[in-house]
C-alpha cells in the first residue's frame, strides 16, 4: 500500500508541477501556489477519511511543516517558471 500511495503522490506532484508552471504565465504565480496548496490539502484530507489511521500530535506537526515546505517551495517554483523563456 505504501508503494502504490507514493506513486500516487508523484503523479499528484508532476501534474502540479507542469499545470503550474503553464498557470503562472497567465495568472499571477501566488494564486497558482495558493490555490494547488488548498487543493492538495483538500485531496490530503479526503484521503485521510478514507484510510483511518492512529495519528498524535507529532504526526500532524510533522505534516503541518511539510505542508508549509511544500507551499514555500512551489512558491519559488512556480515563480521561476512563469518568468523562464
Same mark, same amino acid.
Request: charged letters at 10%; one cysteine or more; aromatic letters at 8%.
Given at each position: 500500500m505504501g508503494a502504490l500511495?507514493?506513486?500516487?503522490?508523484?503523479?499528484?506532484?508532476?501534474?502540479?508541477?507542469?499545470?503550474g508552471g503553464l498557470l503562472s504565465r497567465h495568472i499571477r504565480h501566488t494564486a497558482v501556489t495558493f490555490f494547488g496548496q488548498v487543493g492538495g490539502l483538500l485531496l490530503a484530507c479526503a484521503a485521510? @477519511? =478514507?484510510?483511518? &489511521?492512529?495519528?498524535?500530535?507529532?504526526? @500532524? =506537526?510533522?505534516? &503541518?511543516?511539510?505542508?508549509v515546505g511544500s507551499g514555500v517551495a512551489m512558491r519559488f517554483l512556480n515563480r521561476g517558471l512563469s518568468t523562464a523563456r
Open positions: 500511495l507514493a506513486l500516487a503522490s508523484a503523479v499528484c506532484y508532476g501534474i502540479v508541477d507542469f499545470a485521510a @477519511l =478514507l484510510m483511518p &489511521a492512529a495519528v498524535d500530535s507529532t504526526d @500532524l =506537526l510533522w505534516g &503541518a511543516l511539510s505542508g
